[in-house]
């Protein structure tokens, strides 16, 4: 288990180029909303739960109190939802109709569907992104060259608009080679948006508090 604090060290020695994510279990955490509020107060950009190696679905009420800090602070969920080979992993959990619920009891809380639904759930990620306005889709881990494939169903140049590029470092090819990859596959207009925009967008409250 890699704890929070852990990852203080490498931020403070490059704040501007890091920021860490606030990770809380609700099996291991309470009061859980005390513990989202403390790692944002050391500059968590937001929440990621890892639903597939903790254990727990994202709809399980006792993660309702974190979810209520992310709304009182601006500041959004990421939900690792995509299968997983790590040995352990309880693939089920990252089925993203776990998030409906949260959807509607958070109206306002804007959900990153992290590696997009990898696996089982693309066209479920895809039709809930475009159904909401604060459901996004990130590409991390997703090969750039496959997501017509894998958005077929939806269309990519229609989902492009709620998509956010990421690199699940180190990502292969490249972060380079990657971001390239994307923008020679989304219209030119949804480019600025995917490769950076819509990001700002989502963590708002950093550069608000900047």
């Known amino acids: 288990m890699q704890l929070f604090d852990d990852l203080l060290p490498v931020v403070e020695h490059n704040p501007q180029r ?4 606030a990770n809380v279990n609700p099996h291991l955490h309470f009061p859980l909303g005390d513990e989202v509020r403390r790692q944002l107060g050391h500059g968590a950009a937001g929440l990621k739960l890892h639903p597939v190696h903790g254990g727990f679905t994202c709809d399980d009420p006792m993660l309702y109190p974190a979810y209520q800090v992310l709304c009182e602070e601006g500041a959004p969920l990421v939900v690792h939802c995509g299968t997983s080979t790590f040995a352990g992993s309880s693939n089920q959990y990252a089925d993203p109709s776990h998030l409906l619920a949260v959807t ?11 590696h997009g639904g990898r696996g089982w759930w693309y066209e479920q990620a ?7 306005p604060h459901v996004w889709i990130e590409l991390s881990g997703l090969p750039p060259k496959r997501l017509p494939q894998y958005y077929a169903a939806s269309g990519l140049e229609r989902l492009a608009r709620k998509m956010i590029f990421a690199t699940d470092w180190p990502g292969v090819p490249g972060t380079d080679v990657n971001a390239r990859a994307v923008a020679d596959l989304v219209p030119d207009e949804d480019v600025p948006a995917v490769l950076g925009g819509n990001a700002l967008r989502i963590y708002k409250h950093l550069t608000e508090a900047a």
Do not use: G, H, K, Q
């Open 104 to 114: 509607r009891d958070f109206p306002e809380l804007d959900i990153v569907l992290a």
């Open 18 to 21: 890091f920021r860490p994510m």
């Open 126 to 132: 895809a039709f809930m992104a475009l159904s909401n």
